[in-house]
């Protein structure tokens, strides 16, 4: 270690100092900081041989060099800064010397906003609008060229240098870029606002650089910057405050497991186990159980933690206590640069698992109420409860991960909906048996419920463009325990475009977010006249729009449904002495004051109400109102529920 002065450091007029070309000093990361902040500060430094340079901080008092750590590659130097609580925010300058010559580069120290610490975030109360930017909508043309916004927007002090993006936009290409971008999500907020959706999950934005399919942004290319076809960060921090205008929070995807092959790191790592490197080429083995599997194998479990996701995507190696501390800066820094509301963290249990833990702790040290989901895939129960925080876990493993996915639900709902002539454990049972598990979660209302995300097929298509149907999955996902997350369009049915059989043929363009679309999706007079187009059936749009908002609406003013207690029934029939499922399923969520019973009739006749089956909890008749219609209920023997349909009635409690 080459050590740094201390303390209050003065020096060389800055004034006096001449700028560092960029050559000298590459890049600095995080791109700026905060007064007040928690988490230590470790800067990230690229430059031709820095690695054996002396660096000072001057510009003010309160602001010093702790300490510098020369990285494998000549190219690199890890620098220490304190700030100190009487720091005052403004320019700040890096002094980089080689004994002979000294150089400045400039860094921004910024005024921590009050109260940022406290900030909330998601909770059971919210509705999460999941979007992807490149297929939701487009507000401007040539999205393929480089961003022409302030370069220095992004709390830098010095310019970023717009690489070119191979990736070009051809719609005709479902793999290819679309061109929907920033401006164009700011510019249709008002439609996520009123569907009753109250919080917003856009997958990743930072540039994705890679020369095929791009367009999702799971193999970065920068942590630190929007990728340009999108827009720039000032604009991602004016498309968080515009949704915050509308009542909405913003969660930002996030991946730490791994980048692109395209990220700039990858010429020159600072350390040669920056990332994971096998020869030959190791695959992950997608075994989250060797985690927590007493019989698990050494190699096993390397190969889980260690492999790559793919081949263009590289495996961050987080036992460097490098690459964790960067990791651990760059969420907190986004989430104080843009005021963000939560976390999404793409594939959790592929990451190191003890430093993952270390990883949640830091950002929640910095933000106590911060909510994190974490995409924890398994069809397996104790599997999934293992990673959320509190789980008494027998090997003592604590992720301190606040939230998981409900991958099991998620399984059990489609495909219940999708049966019809059901032995005793399928069809609606499914749901029933996964919920009559809740006891191996430590915490239900830290649940994120849905059917559907863009790693899936289009739930439209699972259930068989069947709009009622569909209405089944909108009314669970409204009224189950959880926070629950709506995948875009699934308001409106839409399905994977025809002739294509890749994932990006499922995550289609919103209609109506381009000039010159078929249908308008966006406006009720576009829904009102949608219908078959080129691509797609929008006849039932429409309806089911409205059937969606009417029940994501009243779920955002319900706190029964945010908090309440469930009490769920399954109903049987007997046919020649076997025992089948009815295909129905019910349930109360409830509180001390308040209920709403659910009847999930999923079957293809008409269903009549024995309230007797339901007196344990409240004895017939009940009075109450039908929270889609508005109108008035009474919950009696032989209230009969259509078929493909779902009862919800809200009342107070006797």
Request: with cysteine; charged share 25%; glycine share 8%.
């Amino acid at each position: 270690m080459a050590a740094g002065l201390t303390g209050c450091q003065t020096g060389p007029d800055p004034s006096r100092v001449a700028d560092a070309t960029r050559e000298e000093v590459t890049r600095v990361e995080p791109l700026s900081w905060w007064t007040g902040m928690q988490t230590p500060l470790q800067l990230l430094v690229q430059g031709k041989d820095i690695g054996a340079k002396d660096v000072k901080i001057a510009g003010g008092k309160g602001v010093s060099v702790t300490g510098t750590h020369p990285a494998a590659s000549p190219d690199y130097l890890f620098v220490d800064v304190e700030v100190d609580a009487g720091a005052k925010p403004g320019t700040y300058y890096l002094l980089v010397s080689d004994g002979k010559q000294m150089v400045k580069y400039p860094y921004l120290i910024r005024e921590r906003e009050k109260g940022s610490a406290d900030r909330g975030s998601f909770t059971t109360a919210d509705m999460v609008y999941l979007i992807m930017p490149d297929r939701f909508a487009s507000a401007r043309s040539g999205n393929d060229a480089k961003w022409d916004g302030d370069a220095y927007a992004d709390g830098s002090a010095v310019a970023w240098t717009v690489p070119e993006t191979p990736d070009k936009v051809d719609r005709n290409d479902p793999v290819a870029r679309h061109g929907g971008d920033l401006q164009g999500i700011i510019d249709h907020l008002d439609y996520i606002a009123d569907l009753g959706a109250t919080a917003l999950w856009c997958t990743p934005l930072l540039l994705d650089n890679q020369p095929q399919e791009s367009y999702h942004g799971y193999a970065c290319a920068d942590y630190y910057h929007i990728d340009p076809r999108f827009g720039d960060n000032a604009l991602y921090r004016k498309m968080v405050d515009e949704a915050h205008a509308k009542g909405l929070k913003v969660i930002m995807d996030i991946v730490t497991n791994h980048c692109g092959t395209a990220h700039w790191w990858m010429e020159e790592p600072p350390f040669p186990d920056w990332y994971h490197v096998s020869d030959p080429y190791m695959q992950m083995n997608a075994l989250f159980s060797v985690y927590m599997d007493p019989h698990a194998s050494v190699k096993d479990r390397d190969r889980q933690q260690s492999g790559w996701f793919v081949p263009s995507m590289p495996d961050m190696n987080l036992d460097n206590p490098y690459v964790l501390r960067y990791f651990q800066q760059w969420a907190v820094w986004w989430i104080e640069y843009a005021g963000l509301d939560g976390l999404r963290v793409d594939t959790y249990p592929y990451n190191e698992p003890e430093p993952m833990a270390e990883w949640c702790r830091a950002v929640r040290r910095e933000y106590p109420g911060m909510n994190i989901v974490g995409e924890c895939w398994d069809m397996n129960i104790p599997q999934v409860a293992y990673w959320q925080s509190g789980n008494p876990n027998r090997n003592g493993f604590d992720s301190h991960l606040p939230t998981i996915m409900d991958f099991p639900l998620q399984q059990a709902l489609l495909r219940a909906l999708t049966e019809d002539q059901v032995w005793w454990d399928e069809g609606m049972t499914r749901v029933y048996s996964v919920l009559a598990q809740d006891f191996a979660y430590h915490d239900l209302s830290r649940m994120m419920i849905f059917f559907a995300n863009h790693d899936h097929a289009r739930t439209g298509d699972v259930l068989r463009h069947d709009p009622a149907r569909m209405r089944l999955a909108l009314a669970l996902l409204a009224t189950l325990r959880g926070i629950p997350q709506l995948y875009y369009g699934d308001e409106m049915m839409f399905c994977e475009r025809p002739g294509f059989h890749h994932d990006g043929s499922k995550r289609i363009d919103f209609p109506g977010g381009w000039p010159g679309d078929e249908a308008d999706l966006f406006t009720e007079e576009g829904r009102a006249a949608a219908g078959y187009t080129s691509e797609a059936d929008y006849t039932a749009a429409a309806g089911l729009h409205d059937y969606a908002r009417a029940l994501f609406r009243w779920r955002k003013v319900t706190p029964v449904i945010h908090h309440g207690k469930t009490l769920h029934f399954l109903s049987r029939k007997n046919v020649d002495a076997v025992n089948y499922t009815d295909n129905t399923y019910s349930y109360f969520r409830y509180d001390d004051t308040d209920a709403v019973f659910v009847y999930i009739n999923n079957t293809d006749e008409d269903r009549a109400l024995d309230w007797t089956h339901y007196d344990e909890f409240v004895a017939g008749p009940v009075t109450g109102r039908d929270v889609v219609s508005g109108e008035p209920v009474t919950l009696e023997d032989g209230l009969v529920v259509e078929p493909r349909s779902a009862l919800i009635v809200e009342f107070k409690r006797p």
